[in-house]
């Protein structure tokens, strides 16, 4: 279990260095998967869940829709797109492991230009990204990871958060090794 710690710590960190449907409600979103080399990905027919993890640095709750469980969705979505790839849930013996980790930064500070100043200023630009990982139970090495970042668009709807959820996640998806 402390692999798989380390691997989720990594993921984040290289999140955070990194920088979650219409094309307006979507278009801040980025979507990077890579398999590990010699990862027979479309061999995997069975995974179990390891870990899912959230960092939220919102001081005034305004990231998450008071109606909308972001990890249960998230989860849901994750569910989804394994098993439309005949990948089954089970509790014992899985070809893989599944984890995710979400982080959300409310307080992020960025340079942009300020047109009225002509100069560059410090302006707060929330960001979030989503990780989903793909690993080995055997040695607890990383087979596939997918990483989703976005703008933060606070005060949105459940719905729409749904709907940035689901590309996110479908977008890594799409991303995984072809047969």
Not at 16 to 39: F, M
Not at 122 to 134: S, T
Request: some cysteine.
């Amino acid at each position: 279990m402390i692999k798989c710690h380390s691997i989720l710590v990594a993921v984040f960190t290289a999140l955070l260095i990194s920088g979650c449907a219409s094309t307006a409600l979507t278009s801040d979103i980025t979507v990077e998967a890579q398999a590990a080399p010699g990862a027979k990905i479309n061999e995997l027919k069975s995974y179990a869940w390891v870990a899912t993890a959230q960092i939220l640095n919102d001081p005034q709750g305004q990231w998450e829709p008071r109606a909308f469980d972001a990890d249960a969705e998230i989860q849901f979505l994750i569910d989804r797109e394994l098993r439309k790839r005949g990948v089954s849930e089970v509790e014992l013996g899985p070809d893989m492991l599944v984890a995710y980790i979400a982080g959300v930064d409310m307080a992020t500070l960025e340079l942009k230009e300020d047109p009225k100043q002509e100069m560059e200023v410090l302006q707060n630009n929330p960001k979030g990204a989503l990780a989903v990982i793909f690993i080995s139970p055997i040695n607890g090495k990383a087979l596939w990871a997918g990483v989703a970042t976005a703008n933060v668009q606070a005060q949105r709807s459940s719905e729409d958060s749904k709907k940035r959820l689901e590309y996110a996640v479908s977008e890594m998806f799409s991303k995984l090794p072809k047969p």
